[in-house]
């Protein structure tokens, strides 16, 4: 099966700080993707990347940039951490646009 | 942009047959139809995949009728285990997913 791999389960950062949100997936997937979530909300797409290099914003890509240097690691940055960016963050991962997504565990982000 | 359609809730009881629809009338010729369930505090789970007529797997079926505007998730003789949110979605026009607020399924005893 294939892993996707967020690096923590919970964090709590505060605010102004740089915050890194680390996914490593392990089947050569070409595609993966960063969603928060949050209640009443759902699942939003923050950024997403078909290529090692190439990123493109999803819908809400505001406050957040992208890191993708190898296949496997797809970084999520927040460049000035602040409380409206608390939420559940979770990576994917798929081969291409014919197969479904693998989501990672999600990390928790608390900006206090 | 891609949307979907579900009920906020459903309730239903044990060993009971539970059918959730989803409508996409925007869905494009070469679009899958993908369901995925979500536990709380966990990332939402691969439950199955179709392009049209019927799928079945090992958890659930999928209806899917000619025209592909809507979709029906079924599961068998849910469980209480089986309480989670499901969503329904599909490609839209570039690589990403658009997740909708998908269905809060209540399993009762």
């Known amino acids: 099966d294939v892993k996707v791999t967020q690096s923590s389960r919970y964090l709590v950062k505060r605010t102004g700080e740089k915050v890194f949100l680390e996914c490593v997936q392990d089947?050569?997937?070409?595609?993966m993707f960063w969603y928060r979530q949050d209640p009443g909300l759902g699942l939003r797409l923050i950024y997403f990347?078909?290529?090692?290099?190439?990123?493109e914003k999803g819908d809400i890509p505001e406050g957040y940039s992208v890191s993708r240097e190898k296949k496997e690691r797809f970084s999520l940055i927040l460049e000035s951490a602040s409380t409206n960016q608390t939420s559940m963050y979770l990576c994917?991962?798929?081969?291409?646009?014919?197969?479904?997504?693998?989501f990672g565990s999600g990390t928790r982000l608390t900006v206090v | 942009l891609a949307k979907t359609t579900q009920p906020i809730s459903m309730d239903s009881y044990e060993g009971q047959e539970v059918n959730i629809t989803c409508s996409h009338n925007?869905?494009?010729?070469?679009?899958?139809i993908t369901w995925y369930q979500q536990f709380p505090s966990q990332g939402p789970r691969f439950i199955i995949q179709?392009?049209?007529t019927k799928v079945t797997n090992e958890v659930a079926s999928l209806f899917i009728p000619a025209d592909r505007k809507s979709s029906t998730l079924s599961l068998p003789r849910v469980s209480l285990s089986d309480t989670a949110v499901y969503y329904c979605?599909?490609?839209?026009?570039?690589?990403?997913?658009?997740f909708g607020t998908g269905t809060l399924l209540a399993v009762q005893p």
């Open positions: 994917a991962s798929r081969i291409d646009r014919n197969y479904g997504y693998t």
């Open positions: 089947m050569d997937h070409e595609n």
């Open positions: 990347s078909y290529d090692v290099k190439m990123k």
């Open positions: 925007n869905i494009a010729t070469n679009d899958y």
């Open positions: 179709g392009y049209k």
């Open positions: 979605l599909f490609g839209g026009a570039t690589n990403k997913l658009i």
